[in-house]
């Protein structure tokens, strides 16, 4: 996202550094995304699309999540994503892992 950010119209904070500035408990910062628009805290598929709408090229997306339907959807396929997440980072952290080298398998050798 911050790549696609050209403009630095979001400010991207990392709760989990010490001394990070959390409006609420840093565990429930942790557990789901949450952004700030226009002085209200947002959380999950809501943030999502309140960070679009400031991402000029997501904007489209950010502002059809305007529509409470839609944005009823996206909240709901937010949290499958939350259910499946830890699996998904233990799969890429494995993933990493083998691709720098550092697998826990050991290596074999092929004959030629």
């Not at 997501?58 to 839609?70: D, E, I, Q, T, V």
């Amino acid at each position: 996202m911050r790549k696609l950010d050209r403009r630095n119209r979001v400010r991207f904070v990392d709760v989990a550094e010490d001394g990070a500035d959390c409006p609420i408990d840093r565990a429930e910062l942790l557990a789901r995304f949450h952004a700030e628009e226009d002085g209200e805290l947002l959380s999950g598929a809501a943030a999502f699309a309140a960070m679009w709408r400031a991402i000029p090229i997501l904007r489209p997306l950010g502002l059809a999540a305007r529509n409470r339907g839609m944005l009823a959807i996206l909240e709901r396929l937010y949290n499958r994503f939350l259910k499946i997440r830890p699996r998904l980072h233990a799969m890429i952290g494995a993933f990493n892992k083998r691709k720098s080298g550092g697998s826990d398998r050991p290596q074999t050798r092929r004959e030629t």
